[in-house]
């Protein structure tokens, strides 16, 4: 009887000092085969060149420079101080084309900005954004609502309720390109009270 738990006692130690062993073993050949691939990356890594755009094969372009204007609508001419001011922002295709060209309109390309006199105190683009690709031909045009918080914006992105409320006064609103700065809207006046 006693021999008998003896012996499948030293069995299962035997079974688990063999898996601790495989295990450890497997471990040490693991991590060596991920060093060696380090390694192997950092040599090749140098010689590489960089890979280079792929060509536009698709046949249709960018839309031109003079093929779409830009025009801002303020839901309303003031708002309060720390409230909100929503405005819709619409691209049009002006050109002729009639198999279209393509346009970024997020936010990132179709920024809207907010200024006093000289000195800019707000843009939509501080942010990085996705790009919205949008396909437009002849009649097309694309609206969006950009909502101003009645905020100042800094060079870096930061949330929202972290930026301070502009003072009560007069300001100026502007849409425009990044990708083609010469298309703008018409100015529009904000009142701040």
């Given at each position: 009887m006693y021999r008998r738990r003896r012996i499948v006692v030293?069995?299962?130690?035997?079974?688990?000092?063999?898996?601790?062993?495989?295990?450890?073993y497997s471990l040490f050949r693991g991590i060596g085969a991920i060093g060696a691939a380090i390694n192997h990356d950092e040599i090749y890594a140098?010689?590489?060149d960089a890979?280079?755009?792929p060509p536009k094969t698709g046949g249709i372009t960018d839309c031109a420079k003079g093929t779409v204007s830009l025009s801002l609508v303020p839901a309303a001419q003031s708002v309060p101080v720390g409230g909100s001011l929503d405005f819709t922002a619409t691209i049009t295709y002006t050109g002729s084309s009639k198999t279209g060209c393509l346009i970024d309109g997020s936010d990132g390309n179709r920024v809207l900005t907010i200024t006093s006199g000289s000195q800019t105190i707000w843009k939509s683009d501080v942010c990085p954004v996705d790009s919205r690709l949008l396909l437009m031909s002849k009649g097309d045009s694309d609206r969006q609502q950009i909502?101003?918080?009645?905020?100042a914006t800094g060079s870096e992105c930061k949330a929202d309720a972290s930026l301070p409320k502009v003072n009560a006064g007069?300001?100026?609103?502007r849409l425009s390109l990044k990708d083609q700065p010469e298309v703008t809207s018409d100015p529009v006046?904000?009142?701040?009270q």
């Open positions: 030293f069995l299962v130690l035997t079974i688990v000092v063999a898996l601790i062993g495989f295990c450890g140098i010689s590489r890979v280079p755009d909502t101003w918080n009645a905020n007069t300001y100026t609103a006046t904000i009142t701040v």
